[in-house]
């Protein structure tokens, strides 16, 4: 996934943590910060620049803290063998947004990918804190695993064909010219092929008629409109 780098300021050099078991999920506690506001608020605290290794926006964009091999300052006690997420967001009462959480996951697959099987862990589970707050979504962060961001992709997929089906039934009695893109393209190999027939003749293509040509059509819509999304 893309991480956005943004060399933030920090006052020294990192430090290599030893060992990588575990990551722990943190909110900023703040309903809107950027990681430049969450560095400067971890600058004041004395701590070297932002103490997380990862920041995640509520428009799942994902910003890069230290670097995930360096000794990260967010959850005491467990600094040492985890990296630390932060979520944008004050989790005790909001709810987290949808594009955030498929972030937050793909991020943890991201994660466990370079490193291996980690522990996943609230800061709460290693520290006496609410954090990530009670409205964090436990539960289904823990599915990490399951890349739902695919299925989505499919039924968007879907709709975008049923419309352009609509589109083409309403489109009656038109020359093929009349269509644009990649559509077009499309409607004109039907036509030289004999799939779309219209008033018939060889200049069918001139006058397609879309009730009688729609069932061809359709026999073909499936491969014909995963190429047309495929393309653009
Ligand atoms: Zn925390």
């Not at 697959?109 to 006496?128: A, C, E, F, P």
């Not at 030289?192 to 018939?200: D, E, P, S, V």
Request: proline share 3%.
């Amino acid at each position: 996934m893309r991480i956005i780098e943004c060399n933030l300021p920090h006052t020294g050099p990192y430090t290599r943590r030893s060992k990588t078991t575990a990551v722990v999920l943190h909110h900023a506690e703040a309903s809107s910060a950027t990681v430049w506001d969450i560095n400067s608020w971890h600058l004041k605290n004395g701590w070297n620049g932002i103490g997380y290794h990862y920041y995640i926006r509520k428009d799942g964009s994902v910003y890069r803290g230290r670097p995930d091999w360096a000794l990260g300052s967010h959850a005491k006690g467990a600094n040492d063998y985890s990296i630390g997420v932060c979520c944008e967001g004050a989790y005790m009462t909001e709810t987290m947004p949808a594009a955030q959480l498929a972030a937050v996951k793909e991020l943890l697959r991201d994660i466990m990918r370079n490193w291996g099987k980690l522990r996943l862990l609230r800061h709460k589970d290693v520290y006496s804190t609410d954090c990530p707050g009670a409205r964090f979504p436990w539960a289904e962060v823990q599915e990490y695993e399951k890349e739902d961001d695919k299925m989505d992709e499919k039924t968007m997929r879907e709709i975008a064909r049923d419309e352009t089906l609509k589109v083409l039934a309403e489109q009656r009695h038109k020359s093929v010219d009349e269509f644009t893109g990649r559509i077009h393209t499309e409607l004109q190999a039907l036509a030289a092929t004999g799939t779309l027939k219209g008033k018939g003749g060889s200049e069918a293509y001139k006058g397609i008629d879309m009730t009688e040509d729609m069932a061809r059509v359709l026999t073909l819509a499936k491969d014909y409109t995963d190429k047309v999304f495929d393309s653009e």
